[in-house]
């Protein structure tokens, strides 16, 4: 009993871990200057990921993600934490929301993959 026990206890195990390692966490700092992203715009992630975006910018800054609709406040000098699962695939902008004209400018954008 104990050995099937086992059996069964070591399967189950070995389950979730492929399930994990299949839907991973993708953690990513993106710098804000100017009101765009330093670096690489397009960050790429896998349907299923856990997505962490840490955000630092030269100025205070509220960002949007689209298709998710998650919103992040940036105050310098603190950054800003963006979590979310993956389970949208496409291409997401994350637009800086603010008054007056040209109000939704695209900062980045996300691309979610199958």
């Known amino acids: 009993m104990n050995s099937l026990f086992t059996i069964a206890f070591a399967t189950t195990i070995a389950a979730a871990t492929a399930t994990t390692a299949a839907a991973g966490t993708q953690a990513f700092s993106v710098e804000v200057a100017a009101g765009r992203a330093k670096g690489n715009d397009t960050l790429k992630v896998r349907k299923g990921d856990e997505v962490q975006l840490r ?3 030269d100025q205070p800054i509220v960002l949007h993600l689209h298709g998710y609709n998650l919103e992040a406040r940036v105050t310098p000098p603190a ?8 389970d949208l695939a496409g291409r997401f902008p994350v637009h800086e929301h603010r008054h007056g004209p040209s109000k939704h400018r695209a900062v980045m954008f996300i691309e ?3």
């Open 55 to 57: 955000f630092t910018s």
């Open 79 to 86: 950054p800003a934490l963006l979590t979310f699962k993956a």
């Open 112 to 114: 979610v993959h199958p």
